[in-house]
């Protein structure tokens, strides 16, 4: 299982932008798509993700903001933030966890998400 991650980018505090995770096999093979962020000199925390059967679970600090979902024919898993605030800002990270898979789940590389005051 390859991830890919992509939409980095550059907002100011207010805005919006969408994180895309395009997995190289089809989602339904994925038990659960979770997208994690890394601000500078913090811990990887999760903000969201969404089970097989479309279980969301969302971090407290994402609420109301951030939307998970995913496009089943494309095999992508998105992130769309609205109401961006300066401490969205960090690394993003796609996860997926299968059953046979690593205990550590299939990662997709880093996105970076800038949010300006």
């Known amino acids: 299982v390859q991830l890919q991650a992509s939409g980095r980018g550059s907002v100011q505090a207010g805005g919006s932008l969408r994180l895309s995770c395009a997995a190289s096999?089809?989602?339904?093979?994925?038990?659960?798509m979770r997208w994690y962020r890394q601000a500078p000199g913090e811990q990887r925390e999760s903000v969201a993700s969404?089970?097989?059967?479309?279980?969301?679970v969302y971090a407290d600090s994402v609420k109301g903001r951030f939307t998970i979902s995913r496009d089943i024919g494309k095999n992508t898993v998105y992130l769309q933030m609205i109401s961006a605030k300066p401490e969205d800002t960090g690394v993003y990270y796609c996860?997926?966890?299968?059953?046979?898979?690593?205990?550590?789940?299939?990662w997709g590389q880093g996105t970076e998400v800038t949010v300006s005051s």
């Open positions: 096999v089809n989602i339904f093979t994925i038990n659960a």
């Open positions: 996860k997926g966890a299968t059953a046979t898979g690593p205990t550590n789940g299939y």
């Open positions: 969404i089970t097989r059967s479309g279980t969301i």
